[in-house]
Antibody
Framework: QLQLQESGSGLLKPSQTLSLTCAVS??????????WNWIRQPPGKGLEWIGY???????HYDPSLKSRVTISVDISKNQISLRLNSVTAADTATYFC??????WGQGTTVTVSS | QSVLTQPPSVSEVPRQRVTISCSGS????????VNWYQQLPGKAPKLLIF???MVPSGVSDRFSGSKSGTSASLAINGLQSEDEADYYC???????????FGGGTKLTVL
């Protein structure tokens, strides 16, 4: 059974870099042609798509975040990663990873505060 | 302001039927497949409907989806108290070149 588990930096100061990992179990990232996505949800607000990566390394990002975002894949560890530079309070959110926008992880909360 | 428009809230009594609408445009709903998600309080979104009207294995058949033109709908039959949640529609937008979501609809079972 496919499971995704997010983890990473929970508390950041403004201007720091957010770094999260999504560990995949129950399936290999290199099998199938799935997009591996990052989505976030600010407290009390709706869902915001951040971007995706395929196992080939092909990426696509939301234009509003493109200048600050990097999504990468590590086939050997069966995980994907998210880096978001120069964070502000507006980046405070729960961050989810999802395969093909269908199977989601439980999410991890990131707070940006001075 | 979300690209997809959903009613902020709907309510209905148990055992009745409720529908949630999602209005978009030709570049998103009009041209691509819609997903629907259920988000219980404090939980991650869960896929309810994919490809407009397909129900994933393990999801109750009380949930159904439909689409016409640039609008999509989620219907829930036989409402139960455990259906109280936020519901989101989502779809790829060819013009924005990004995945877009509706603002979410809070369902209250009276």
């Amino acid at each position: 059974q496919l499971q995704l588990q997010e983890s990473g930096s929970g508390l950041l100061k403004p201007s720091q870099t957010l770094s999260l990992t999504c560990a995949v179990s129950g399936a290999s990232i290199s099998n199938g042609n799935y997009s591996w996505n990052w989505i976030r949800q600010p407290p009390g607000k709706g869902l915001e798509w951040i971007g995706y990566i395929f196992h080939s390394g092909r990426t696509h990002y939301d234009p509003s975040l493109k200048s600050r975002v990097t999504i990468s894949v590590d086939i050997s560890k069966n995980q994907i990663s998210l880096r978001l530079n120069s964070v502000t309070a507006a980046d405070t959110a729960t961050y989810f990873c999802a395969r093909g926008m269908k199977v989601w992880g439980q999410g991890t909360t990131v707070t940006v505060s001075s | 302001q979300s690209v997809l428009t959903q009613p902020p809230s709907v309510s209905e009594v148990p055992r009745q039927r409720v529908t949630i609408s999602c209005s978009g445009s030709r570049s998103n709903i009009g041209n691509n497949a819609v997903n629907w998600y259920q988000q219980l309080p404090g939980k991650a979104p869960k896929l309810l409907i994919f490809y407009d009207d397909m129900v994933p294995s393990g999801v109750s058949d009380r949930f159904s989806g439909s689409k016409s033109g640039t609008s999509a709908s989620l219907a829930i039959n036989g409402l139960q108290s455990e259906d109280e949640a936020d519901y989101y529609c989502g779809v790829w937008d060819d013009s924005l070149n990004t995945w877009v979501f509706g603002g979410g609809t809070k369902l209250t079972v009276l």
